[in-house]
C-alpha cells in the first residue's frame, strides 16, 4: 500500500513535469514530447534556462550573435495597440529553412563587416548558432542608402542556396546609358569580380552557394548586346530582377530588358524579357505553343522596380514564388501573355491553360495558385470556357486545369453556381498537391451552414473549401476589412499605397487554414470597449474536423485590449523596390498557430505588451515569457512546428548581456549549455555562498520546476518561523521576507563554517 502510494505520488510529479497543470478554471494541457516514464532529454537545460514550463520540450536557442555592435536585428514594431487591418506591418528579411537548421535575417552592418550588405544567414551548428555576411565586398560607395538597393532577393526553401543582386557600377561608358537606371549611380560593385565575364555598369543577378560561398552568374549576357534606350522623360531602364525559382533555384525566372537570347523579341522599348536560367545557360520563357517569342510575364508576378500594376490594374505583390507559377522542380513555368495564361514545360513546349471548351472565346485566365509540381493549375476568368461555366462579366468562375498521368489534360470548372454567377474574389492558399482549395466568392454555391451554424450571404465574401469534389462553407468574411485574407493587392485592409499582401495561411498538406477576421465568427465579442471598433481575431479552420475556432480570443470572454492578428507576407530584404514576398508559417502540419498579442491570454501574461504564443487543439501555450518590459514578435517557424524564431530584446539565456533585440529559436528538444557565471568577487570579509542569479527568464508558466535553494547544514539553520520562508504561492514575498529576516544569520552561519574549516 505505501509502495504503491509513494509510485503514484512519482507519477503525479512526472505528469507535472511534463507540463500538465490548471490556470484558474480554464486547463491547459501541455502536449509534450516526453510521457511521465519519458521526461525531456533537455530537462537539465530547460533547468538552467528555467523554462520547464515551456510546452513540448522546448528550450530558448539564441541565433543572432552576442556581439553586435549597432547591427540591431529587424524587430518591427512592437506597439502594445494592434494597427488597422491595412497596416499589417512584417519583419522583413527574417525567414526559416524547412528543417529549421537556418534563419535568414538583416540588420544594420556588423562591428566586422567587410561590405555594406545588410543580409545574413544564422546556421546551428552542434554548440549553438553561427552568423555570416551574405553581400561580398564591394568598391567605394558614392551614397549611404546604397545597402538598400543591393543583397539577396531570393532563397531556395533549405536556405543553402540565394539569389544575390548587385549593382556593377555607374553606367558612365555612353551618352545613353547614363540616362538609365539611376540606382546605379549610388553604387560601386563587387571588387573582387565574382564571376568572370560579368556585365559592366550594369545590375547582376548571382546565384549564391551558402554552404560554400561560390557565385554562379544568372543573367549570362552575350558579346555585342544592344543597350536600352530610354523611352519617354528618360524613363530607367528594366534591370536583371529575380522573380522565383525551383526550390533549390537550380531553376531560375528573371525579368531583363536587354536581348540575352536569340529569340527574344524586338522592338519593345521600355519594357523586359521573361527569361529561364537553367544549368548555366539561359532561355526565354514567353514562346506562345506555335513557337511565336512574345512579351509576357511570370503569373501571378509584378515587375520589379516599378511598384507595377497586375492584370486587374492593381498594385500588387509578387506572390509567384510561394503560389508555385515556377513548379518545385523549375520543369514547368506559368506565364501570362497575348491576353492568355500558359504553361511551359521543360524549355521545349508550351500549351495554353485557358483554352476554352465552352460558349466564350479563350483567354482571360488569371493565375491563382498551381500545385507544387504543376500539374494542377487554379485560375479564374470571366469567360465561360466551359459548357457549364457560369462566369459573366465582372463575375469570374474559378477554374482547375490538370494534366493527367496518360499524357492528356482537362479543364474543369470549380464554381458552377446553382443560380447567377459565382463570382470568385480570390484565393486563400491550397495545399501542396492541389487537393485543398480555399477560395472566396459572392455567388451562391449551394453549401450547407458550417459548424458555428452560419450559412453563405449571397453577395458576402464567403470562404469556401474545395476537397475531394465537394464545397464546404467555412466563414462569411468582411469585404473590406479582411480582403487581405485573399488579395494581395495594396488596396487590402484600406492601405492603398502600402503594398501588403496575403494574411491567410495553409498548411503544407491543406487540413488546417489560418486567417484574420474583424467579425465575430465564433461569438466571441471583438469589441474594444474603449473604440467600439471590432478588433482583428486570427481564426483556424479544420478540415479534419469541419470545425472553426477563434485561436487569439480571450479563454475567459474578457474584451480585447489589442487583438491579435498575422501579418502581411515580408518582404525578403529591406529593399522596396522589390516585390516579391514570403508568407511567415503561422499554421503548421498539425494545426499549431503562431501569433503574438499583447492581450493577455493567460493568467502567467503580465508585462501587457506583445507575447508569442502557441495554439494546438484547443490550448494556449506562452512561448515569450509572459514577463519584462520587452515585447516579442513572431518571425517564422518550420513546416512541423519544431522550431517557432521570434524576436526580443528580453535576455532569455545567460550568454544574451544586452538590452537590444536578438533573435531566438523556441525549439523541440532544443538548447544548449550555458556556461555558468563567474562567481561574485570577494570583498574584505568572507565570500557569500547564498544563492546564484538564474540563468534566463521563467516562460510559459508561473510554476517553477527544479532543485530549489540549497538548504544550508541544520546546526546553521535560521530558525525563523515559516512565513518568513515564503510560501510556494508566494515566492516573491518570500524571497524578500528571508533576505530581511534570515540573510543576516546566513552570514553568520558562513562565518562559523569558516572557522570550523580553519581549525580542522
Known amino acids: ?78 506597439d502594445s495597440e494592434y494597427p488597422s487591418p491595412g497596416a499589417l506591418a512584417p519583419v522583413n528579411g527574417a525567414r526559416a529553412s524547412v528543417d529549421g537548421q537556418r534563419l535568414a535575417w538583416v540588420s544594420e552592418p556588423m562591428p566586422e563587416a567587410l561590405a555594406p550588405g545588410l543580409n545574413r544567414l544564422a546556421s546551428r551548428g552542434s554548440g549553438g548558432w553561427i552568423s555570416k555576411e551574405l553581400v561580398p565586398p564591394m568598391s567605394p560607395l558614392n551614397d549611404l542608402l546604397c545597402p538598400l538597393t543591393l543583397g539577396i532577393s531570393g532563397w531556395s526553401t533549405d536556405l543553402t542556396r540565394s539569389i544575390l ?132 510575364s511570370l503569373a501571378g508576378a509584378t515587375r520589379n522596380y516599378a511598384g507595377e500594376l497586375d492584370l486587374a490594374g492593381e498594385q500588387a505583390s509578387n506572390v509567384a514564388q510561394f503560389r508555385h507559377a515556377v ?69 469570374p468562375d474559378l477554374y482547375e ?11 474543369q470548372d470549380l464554381t458552377v453556381a446553382p443560380t447567377g454567377s459565382a463570382n470568385v474574389l480570390g484565393v486563400s ?44 462553407f467555412v466563414a462569411t468574411l468582411d469585404s473590406s476589412g479582411d480582403d487581405c485574407d485573399w488579395t494581395g493587392a495594396a488596396h487590402c485592409g484600406g492601405a492603398a499605397g502600402s503594398g501588403p499582401s496575403l494574411t491567410a495561411r495553409v498548411s503544407r498538406g491543406g487540413e488546417f487554414l489560418a486567417f484574420n477576421s474583424v467579425r465575430s465568427l465564433t461569438g466571441y465579442d471583438n469589441i474594444n470597449p474603449k473604440s467600439g471598433e471590432p478588433r482583428i481575431e486570427i481564426f483556424l479552420y479544420s478540415a479534419r474536423a469541419n470545425q472553426l475556432s477563434c485561436v487569439s480570443c480571450h479563454p475567459g470572454g474578457a474584451p480585447p485590449v489589442a487583438g491579435a492578428a498575422i501579418h502581411w507576407s515580408a518582404n525578403v530584404s529591406r529593399n522596396n523596390s522589390w516585390s516579391n514576398v514570403y508568407p511567415q508559417r503561422n499554421v503548421s502540419d498539425a494545426g499549431q498557430v503562431f501569433f503574438e498579442t499583447a492581450d493577455a491570454l493567460l493568467p502567467q501574461d503580465g508585462n501587457g505588451v506583445r507575447d508569442v504564443y502557441e495554439y494546438l487543439e484547443g490550448s494556449l501555450h506562452l512561448l515569450s515569457t509572459g514577463s519584462g518590459e520587452s515585447g516579442s514578435r513572431f518571425l517564422d517557424a518550420t513546416p512541423d512546428g519544431s522550431d517557432v524564431f521570434m524576436a526580443t530584446a528580453q535576455p ?109
Not at 360 to 388: H, I, K, Q, W, Y
Open 429 to 472: 492558399g491550397a495545399s501542396e498537391d492541389g487537393s485543398y482549395l480555399y477560395f472566396v466568392a459572392q455567388g451562391d454555391l449551394g453549401s450547407a451552414p458550417n459548424s458555428a451554424g452560419s450559412s453563405p450571404v449571397l453577395g458576402e465574401a464567403s470562404l469556401y473549401l474545395l476537397h475531394e469534389g465537394g464545397t464546404t
Open 327 to 395: 513548379s518545385s522542380d523549375g520543369s514547368r513555368i506559368f506565364f501570362e501573355a497575348a491576353g492568355g495564361l500558359y504553361l511551359r514545360e521543360n524549355g521545349a513546349s508550351t500549351v495554353q491553360v485557358d483554352q476554352t471548351m465552352g460558349p466564350d472565346p479563350s483567354g482571360g485566365g488569371r493565375f491563382m495558385v498551381a500545385s507544387a509540381n504543376g500539374s494542377r493549375v487554379f485560375f479564374t476568368s470571366e469567360n465561360r470556357l466551359t459548357a457549364d461555366a457560369t462566369a459573366s462579366f465582372g463575375a
Open 165 to 296: 543582386d548587385l549593382p556593377a557600377g555607374a553606367p558612365t561608358t555612353n551618352e545613353v546609358a547614363t540616362l538609365g537606371f539611376d540606382e546605379e549611380w549610388e553604387c560601386g560593385h563587387d571588387e573582387p569580380r565574382l564571376v568572370a565575364g560579368e556585365p559592366e555598369h550594369f545590375r547582376n543577378l548571382f546565384v549564391r552557394n551558402n554552404l560554400v560561398d561560390s557565385y554562379q552568374l544568372v543573367n549570362v549576357t552575350p558579346e555585342g548586346v544592344i543597350w536600352p534606350e530610354p523611352v519617354e522623360n528618360n524613363q530607367r531602364y528594366w534591370p536583371a530582377s529575380f522573380i522565383a525559382g525551383s526550390d533549390d533555384l537550380s531553376h531560375v525566372v528573371f525579368e531583363e530588358e536587354l536581348a540575352v537570347t536569340a529569340n527574344a523579341p524586338i522592338g519593345y522599348r521600355g519594357g523586359n524579357e521573361l527569361y529561364e536560367w537553367f544549368n548555366g545557360q539561359v532561355r526565354l520563357v514567353t514562346i506562345l505553343p506555335e513557337g511565336t517569342p512574345v512579351h509576357g
Open 1 to 78: 500500500m505505501v509502495e504503491g502510494k509513494r509510485r503514484q505520488t512519482q507519477g503525479i510529479a512526472k505528469a507535472a513535469i511534463a507540463g500538465l497543470f490548471l490556470v484558474g478554471t480554464l486547463q491547459i494541457a501541455v502536449l509534450a514530447s516526453a510521457s511521465a516514464a519519458d521526461p525531456c532529454s533537455n530537462e537539465r537545460i530547460r533547468i538552467q534556462q528555467g523554462t520547464s514550463g515551456l510546452p513540448l520540450c522546448r528550450a530558448y536557442e539564441m541565433v543572432t550573435p552576442v556581439a553586435k555592435g549597432s547591427g540591431e536585428p529587424e524587430a518591427g514594431s512592437l
Open 401 to 411: 486545369y490538370r494534366l493527367l498521368s496518360n499524357g492528356t489534360s482537362s479543364l
Open 652 to 760: 532569455l539565456v545567460t550568454r544574451d548581456t544586452d538590452l537590444i533585440t536578438d533573435y531566438y529559436d523556441v525549439r523541440i528538444g532544443g538548447g544548449f549549455l550555458e556556461p555558468s557565471p563567474d562567481p561574485p568577487a570577494c570583498g574584505d570579509s568572507s565570500c557569500r555562498d547564498i544563492g546564484a542569479a538564474s540563468a534566463g527568464a521563467t516562460a510559459g508558466t508561473n510554476a517553477f520546476i527544479g532543485p530549489g535553494n540549497a538548504r544550508p547544514r541544520k546546526r546553521c539553520r535560521a530558525q525563523f518561523p515559516r512565513r518568513h520562508r515564503g510560501k510556494r504561492g508566494n515566492r516573491v514575498a518570500g524571497r524578500v521576507a528571508w533576505k530581511r529576516a534570515e540573510e543576516p544569520i546566513a552570514r553568520k552561519c558562513n562565518r562559523r563554517k569558516s572557522r570550523e574549516g580553519v581549525a580542522k
